[in-house]
């Protein structure tokens, strides 16, 4: 249990800076270059209004979501580990859902896969984060 308690804060840690990341990588590419970054999907920006909102989707909604994964870097990993997984599965799920809506399985191998991961990441450093809490309880005198 020691070691459970010892490696929870550093695999807290790595999962909420690898999703933090990743979201801010999402988040820039979509804010500095919506064109690029919509077109490697498919997607063609026909107005400015498209840019902006583009940039403002798929954009500020990563970043947002990198900068919750950065503050809870020092404390509150718990929470900061339940935003990235609940954004995570969220967008796990949806892409499924669209991947069977829209037969894109192959198009979308390499983006389930990321997200996949992430998530297994986010929720073992969950789990860790329970497990060590609650050994510190158990140890705690009465």
């Not at 896969?113 to 158990?138: D, H, N, Y």
Request: with cysteine; net charge positive.
């Amino acid at each position: 249990m020691k070691i459970l308690a010892g490696t929870a804060p550093w695999l807290g840690r790595a999962a909420l800076a690898a999703a933090g990341l990743l979201l801010l990588m999402i988040g820039g590419k979509f804010i500095a270059d919506p064109v690029g970054a919509g077109a490697a999907s498919g997607i063609r920006l026909a107005s400015p209004l498209a840019l902006t909102n583009m940039r403002a989707s798929f954009g500020a909604f990563p970043l947002g979501c990198a900068l919750v994964a950065f503050a809870s870097l020092r404390s509150r990993r718990l929470a900061g580990l339940s935003t990235v997984a609940a954004v995570l599965g969220s967008a796990l799920v949806v892409r499924l859902y669209g991947v069977l809506a829209d037969n894109t399985f192959q198009e979308s191998r390499t983006v389930l896969t990321a997200e996949a991961v992430m998530l297994t990441f986010s929720l073992a450093a969950i789990a860790s984060e329970i497990g060590a809490a609650q050994a510190r309880a158990a140890a705690a005198p009465e």
